[in-house]
């Protein structure tokens, strides 16, 4: 990976001070990359970049088409290049090689979608009621855009902003987690030869690596218009108080504690094989993981016996190993941090049906692995049960009637996602509409679509990613009313 991996006003760049970062592959804590580490000075100097490109107006002003054009080259460009930027992904990330194929497929549906949208995009006619008025909602792009992702999915999360960022006309500058900087390297490489192509002007896309200095510094800067930022909620709740001072437009994207409510009519060898890719997909490092598990209390006892039964045969390994069912954690710190909830939620009183160790395999014993865990006897008051663990850890509660299911499903700070399973329709459909979830899936978890919009309740953010109203976040809307036939109204004598 390039020692020079700042991209600023179109070119690539070491860090002004001279830092760097090693990156570790989760799977054997080998160095994977060393990649620039920016500061304060290198935000300000990409933020510039960003501002002057906008306020050129050169590319904001460029025909649609055109910029319709670069979501469509970089689109080709994941797809020509999937095999390398997958193996990337996997080192970067420790998931399986499979889940990193769908995530340069998902990535590349999302430019594309937005590609589509923008080219259709043209604003709207108000009908005022009166004659003699042509009145029109037109949607401009916000300005610079201060872009920060996580850890978990940087190569789709990146992407879930770039695409609706650029296809509105915005400029923006981006920053990736500290510990997964590489994909969005080579996706920049990749945009920036679009961009370049098109004939854009520089400084329209530019990209700073770093941890908390640099992305504090993105999101409090004064040139920022917009800051959209996904990971945790501390950390979510830090931008939103410093993009305060500027009164800048935020979107947040903080995680949840998802409910999967399973009832007694539920066909049970499909649920039972749903709660395990709920849960367990990605070493459950997934915001969206359904790591609630809440069961009818008719099926306790022969739904989790299965469930434990499959968990134990989970193949957990290197993600390049294509034997390997999940992959690792993101680092150690991240494992002992998981662990630490494990043995909390024993104390708790939560009875330990599997896992919750590390693999025996001599094979992994470098890698930042944990097996798949299953805690039974849980209830609403324990902390693993509040607190997202984004580890492979599931938790099992019991309920009696669907009120209950509803209650229990709400009784979280967060509101991003979850699921509810059974054959009566009737019955998906109340507890669908009482759920306080962004996203509720009806007998299945964790499908999303480009056109679909995601993002949650409470505590699990702000706004609103993917879909027309993924678009609606990187615009300004403009209301402009002409009078066709101007005359003086005499509204005051003299």
Same mark, same amino acid.
């Given at each position: 990976?390039?020692?020079d991996?700042?991209l600023?006003?179109?070119?690539?760049?070491?860090?002004?001070?001279?830092?760097?970062?090693?990156?570790i592959?989760?799977?054997? !804590?080998s160095?994977?990359?060393?990649v620039?580490e920016?500061?304060?000075?290198?935000?300000?100097?990409?933020?510039?970049?960003?501002?002057?490109?906008? #306020?050129?107006?050169?590319?904001?002003?460029?025909?649609?088409?055109?910029?319709?054009?670069?979501?469509e080259? +970089?689109?080709v460009a994941?797809?020509a290049?999937?095999?390398e930027?997958?193996?990337?992904?996997?080192?970067?990330?420790?998931k399986?090689?499979?889940?990193s194929?769908y995530?340069?497929?998902?990535?590349?549906?999302v430019?594309?979608?937005?590609?589509?949208?923008?080219?259709?995009?043209?604003g709207?006619?108000?009908?005022t009621?009166? !004659?003699?008025?042509d009145?029109? =909602?037109?949607?401009?792009p916000?300005?610079?855009c201060?872009l920060i992702?996580p850890w978990n999915?940087?190569?789709?999360?990146?992407?879930w902003? =770039? @695409?609706?960022?650029?296809?509105?006309?915005?400029?923006?500058?981006?920053k990736?987690?500290?510990?997964t900087?590489?994909?969005?390297?080579?996706?920049?490489?990749l945009?920036?030869t679009?961009?370049?192509?098109?004939g854009?002007?520089s400084g329209?896309?530019?990209?700073?690596?770093?941890?908390?200095v640099v992305?504090?510094?993105l999101?409090?800067?004064p040139?920022v218009?917009?800051?959209s930022?996904t %990971?945790?909620?501390?950390s979510?709740?830090?931008?939103?108080?410093?993009a305060?001072?500027?009164?800048k437009?935020v979107?947040?994207?903080?995680?949840?504690?998802?409910?999967n409510?399973?009832f007694e009519?539920?066909?049970?060898e499909?649920?039972?094989?749903?709660?395990?890719?709920a849960?367990f997909?990605h070493?459950?490092q997934?915001?969206?993981? %359904?790591?609630?598990?809440?069961?009818?209390?008719s099926l306790h006892?022969?739904f +989790?016996?299965?469930? +434990?039964?499959?968990?134990?045969? =989970?193949?957990v390994?290197?993600?390049?190993?294509?034997e390997?069912?999940?992959?690792?954690l =993101?680092s150690?710190?991240?494992?002992?941090?998981?662990e630490?909830?494990?043995?909390?939620?024993? @104390?708790?009183g939560?009875?330990?049906r599997?896992?919750?160790?590390?693999?025996?395999d001599e094979?992994?014993?470098?890698?930042?692995?944990?097996?798949p865990?299953?805690?039974d006897?849980?209830?609403?008051?324990?902390?693993?049960v509040?607190?997202?663990?984004?580890?492979?850890?599931?938790?099992v509660?019991?309920?009696e009637?669907?009120d209950?299911?509803?209650?229990?499903?709400?009784?979280t700070?967060? %509101?991003?996602?979850?699921?509810v399973?059974?054959t009566?329709? !009737?019955?998906?459909?109340?507890?669908a509409g009482?759920?306080?979830l962004?996203?509720v899936w009806?007998?299945?978890?964790?499908?999303?679509?480009?056109q679909?919009?995601?993002?949650?309740?409470?505590?699990?953010?702000t %706004? #609103?990613?993917?879909?027309?109203?993924g678009?609606?976040?990187?615009?300004?809307?403009?209301?402009?009313w002409?009078?066709l036939?101007?005359k003086?109204?005499?509204?005051?004598?003299?």
């Amino acid at each position: 990976m390039r020692p020079d991996s700042l991209l600023i006003d179109g070119s690539w760049r070491t860090a002004r001070a001279g830092g760097g970062r090693e990156i570790i592959d989760p799977c054997d !804590a080998s160095v994977a990359a060393t990649v620039a580490e920016a500061d304060a000075g290198d935000v300000d100097a990409a933020v510039a970049a960003a501002k002057a490109a906008f #306020r050129g107006g050169e590319w904001s002003g460029m025909p649609t088409a055109q910029r319709v054009a670069v979501l469509e080259a +970089v689109a080709v460009a994941l797809q020509a290049n999937r095999d390398e930027i997958s193996h990337l992904e996997t080192r970067d990330t420790g998931k399986t090689l499979a889940e990193s194929e769908y995530d340069v497929d998902d990535s590349t549906a999302v430019y594309r979608y937005y590609a589509a949208l923008a080219a259709q995009d043209a604003g709207r006619v108000v009908d005022t009621g009166r !004659a003699g008025v042509d009145s029109r =909602i037109v949607y401009e792009p916000v300005g610079v855009c201060g872009l920060i992702t996580p850890w978990n999915y940087p190569l789709l999360q990146i992407s879930w902003k =770039i @695409a609706p960022a650029l296809a509105a006309g915005n400029t923006l500058v981006a920053k990736p987690s500290e510990l997964t900087p590489l994909t969005t390297i080579r996706l920049f490489e990749l945009l920036e030869t679009a961009l370049r192509e098109a004939g854009a002007p520089s400084g329209v896309a530019n990209l700073v690596l770093g941890g908390g200095v640099v992305g504090a510094a993105l999101a409090a800067h004064p040139d920022v218009d917009l800051v959209s930022f996904t %990971g945790g909620a501390a950390s979510g709740k830090s931008v939103m108080t410093a993009a305060a001072s500027t009164v800048k437009k935020v979107a947040l994207e903080l995680g949840g504690k998802n409910p999967n409510i399973v009832f007694e009519d539920a066909d049970f060898e499909t649920a039972v094989d749903f709660a395990l890719t709920a849960a367990f997909l990605h070493s459950g490092q997934v915001c969206s993981a %359904g790591s609630r598990l809440i069961l009818h209390r008719s099926l306790h006892e022969p739904f +989790v016996a299965e469930l +434990v039964r499959r968990a134990e045969l =989970i193949r957990v390994g290197r993600g390049l190993d294509k034997e390997s069912e999940t992959g690792a954690l =993101i680092s150690a710190a991240h494992r002992e941090k998981v662990e630490r909830y494990i043995a909390g939620a024993l @104390a708790q009183g939560a009875a330990l049906r599997c896992g919750g160790v590390r693999p025996s395999d001599e094979q992994l014993q470098a890698g930042f692995f944990l097996r798949p865990t299953v805690l039974d006897d849980c209830h609403a008051g324990m902390t693993v049960v509040r607190e997202e663990v984004f580890g492979p850890v599931l938790t099992v509660e019991t309920f009696e009637t669907e009120d209950e299911a509803v209650e229990l499903a709400n009784d979280t700070p967060y %509101g991003l996602a979850g699921a509810v399973w059974t054959t009566n329709e !009737a019955r998906a459909a109340r507890v669908a509409g009482k759920l306080r979830l962004g996203t509720v899936w009806i007998n299945d978890y964790h499908p999303y679509v480009p056109q679909a919009e995601w993002g949650g309740y409470k505590q699990s953010g702000t %706004g #609103r990613e993917l879909g027309p109203s993924g678009l609606r976040e990187y615009q300004e809307t403009k209301h402009i009313w002409r009078t066709l036939d101007p005359k003086p109204q005499r509204w005051f004598s003299g």
